[in-house]
């Protein structure tokens, strides 16, 4: 597994190193010390990683400029961002701006590691701040439903295996321009299908679907099939 650390603090960087390789040895991690040494790393083609671990606050492109930035740079990796500031406004701005999870730096680095598995197993960590405040005020308009059972899943939706795909695209911040392409559709039904999928949830944005997802250890494992 190759992880790219993208921090301006070393000891941050050295923390978060040692921790991935005391639970795998063969880890390969690269490091930068802020967005534009980021960028220059993810160019070069030897530099692919399988996760990108991202601080908000870098010295030359600090917030939401870097976290898109460095998903433009390298799409088909996930983004977990790690920050000082872990209040609901930048977790839930973070993860509607296409971050895979959000872990403060407070976090026990065991804890750490099992929300990184998640995110490469397919699924999105959110802090249980989050989550346990998405408990106690479901959005507007919102229904009580038995679909959010974890034992149900996504399969209980109701979704066909397109709606799915768009899903799984949607929660990977991809606009709808890119996955109508992905998928071969026209974007009024990357429209259609997405918000099919948010009604099945009962939620009404990419963000609360992200919430929904993470609340019920529901992974967007796989890939879309051509056709």
């Not at 009580?144 to 799984?168: E, F």
């Amino acid at each position: 597994m190759k992880v790219l650390i993208v921090d301006d603090h070393p000891l941050i960087r050295t923390g978060v190193k040692a921790m991935l390789c005391r639970h795998d040895a063969d880890c390969d991690v690269i490091e930068a010390p802020d967005c534009a040494s980021a960028l220059a790393l993810l160019s070069d083609g030897r530099n692919v990683p399988d996760l990108i671990l991202l601080d908000l606050n870098l010295p030359d492109c600090a917030g939401l400029a870097a976290l898109d930035a460095v998903r433009t740079a390298s799409p088909n990796a996930p983004v977990v961002v790690l920050s000082a500031a872990d209040d609901r406004s930048t977790i839930l701005d973070a993860l509607n701006g296409g971050a895979m999870g959000f872990i403060p730096k407070t976090m026990n680095p065991d804890l750490v590691w099992s929300a990184l598995g998640l995110v490469l197993a397919g699924g999105i960590y959110v802090p249980h701040t989050v989550i346990n405040e998405q408990k106690a005020a479901p959005p507007p308009g919102s229904r009580t439903s038995t679909t959010t059972d974890k034992s149900a899943g996504l399969a209980s939706l109701g979704l066909t295996d397109r709606q799915v795909d768009t899903l799984r695209m949607l929660v990977k911040g991809l606009p709808n321009k890119t996955i109508a392409r992905n998928l071969g559709i026209s974007e009024a039904t990357v429209k259609v299908y997405v918000s099919a999928a948010l009604r099945a949830m009962n939620v009404t944005s990419r963000t609360q679907a992200v919430i929904w997802l993470a609340r019920n250890d529901i992974g967007l494992e796989g890939g879309a099939n051509s056709g």
